[in-house]
């Protein structure tokens, strides 16, 4: 069983910047995938940017130059380092660990990331 823990979420101003971390317990994290997801009121959850086991990222196109996805191994913790952040950034974001050959697919709380002047 893996919990995952997200944090660093709140208030920001157009334009401003946030850090969010997510930490995982057990011991398959360096052999997961990680991804941070986000869902808008009344829209439906989308990736936002996923890192590999081997460190290979990928973001979605409106995030993309702006948003950074990073891993530390050693500390169990993905990290989503978000500047110039827009209103339309506003959302809960989910961190997700997937480890299909552990069949693990795991799922954190949300912390909610409102971005309003």
């Known amino acids: 069983q893996v919990q995952l823990v997200e944090s660093g979420g709140g208030l920001v101003q157009p334009g401003g910047s946030l850090r969010l971390s997510c930490a995982a317990s057990?011991?398959?994290?360096?052999?997961?995938?990680m991804a941070w997801y986000r869902q808008a009121p009344g829209k439906q959850r989308e990736l936002v940017a996923r890192?590999?086991?081997?460190?290979?990222?990928t973001y979605a196109d409106p995030v993309k130059g702006r948003f950074t996805i990073s891993r530390d191994n050693a500390k169990n913790t993905v990290y989503l380092q978000m500047n110039s952040l827009k209103p339309e950034g506003t959302a809960v974001y989910f961190c997700?660990?997937?480890?299909?050959?552990?069949?693990?697919?795991?799922w954190g709380q949300g912390t909610q990331v409102t971005v309003s002047s």
């Open positions: 057990g011991s398959i994290f360096r052999f997961s995938a």
């Open positions: 890192i590999g086991s081997v460190g290979t990222t």
């Open positions: 997700n660990l997937d480890a299909p050959g552990f069949g693990a697919d795991y």
